[in-house]
């Protein structure tokens, strides 16, 4: 991984994550609840460790990922994808529960878009199920005045990243 922000005391540091980083992550998705692994990946989960190894297929441009990292642990990661020549990537978020509800989310997302932009990338589309009020609460927050479109209880919306 390479750091994006230097951590500070109770203040996780991010970092942009590379292949090899899987038992990293990995580590990170174990120690989440069902709720958490549900809500970030819509199904219920057994064993993460794929996940860990499809999110960190990344090259920093078309696929990328940021971490946010206390005492060496990756504690929330959020990452986009694009199918090339794409202006919208699709993004995720998980943070570790005990690390919910302090900020941690809307930094991150500020840290991907801005690595996002750089790339091109106009957009973040992302899915939120539609009972999940921290991820309603994230999203209003980093994309106030963001509709939603739902089908089957999913909302799917995007928002514009990047200089406005
Ligand atoms: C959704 C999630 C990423 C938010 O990250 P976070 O670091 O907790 O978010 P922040 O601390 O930046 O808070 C953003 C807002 O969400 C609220 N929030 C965060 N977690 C919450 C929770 N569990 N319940 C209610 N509100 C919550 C915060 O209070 C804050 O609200 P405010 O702007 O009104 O003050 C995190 O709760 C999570 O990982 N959830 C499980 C996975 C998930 O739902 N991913 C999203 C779908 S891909």
């Given at each position: 991984m390479v750091e994006i922000e230097a951590a500070r005391r109770g203040c996780p540091g991010l970092a942009r994550l590379e292949p090899g980083d899987e038992p990293l992550v990995g580590r990170l998705f174990a120690r989440l609840s069902r709720e958490s692994l549900y809500r970030r990946f819509f199904t219920p989960v057994q064993s993460a460790d794929r996940f860990a190894s499809a999110l960190l297929?990344?090259?920093?441009?078309e696929r990328a990922a940021v971490a946010a990292i206390e005492a060496g642990e990756v504690v929330a990661v959020a990452q986009y994808s694009r199918r090339p020549g794409a202006v919208a990537a699709d993004m995720a978020i998980v943070v570790a529960d005990a690390w919910q509800g302090q900020g941690i989310g809307t930094r991150l997302i500020a840290a991907l878009a801005d690595g996002a932009a750089a790339h091109g990338i106009q957009a973040f589309s992302v899915d939120v199920q539609g009972d999940n009020l921290g991820a309603m609460r994230l999203l209003h927050r980093v994309a106030p005045g963001m509709r939603l479109a739902f089908s089957g209880g999913v909302g799917e919306g995007t928002f514009p990243i990047g200089a406005q």
């Open positions: 297929r990344v090259d920093g441009m």
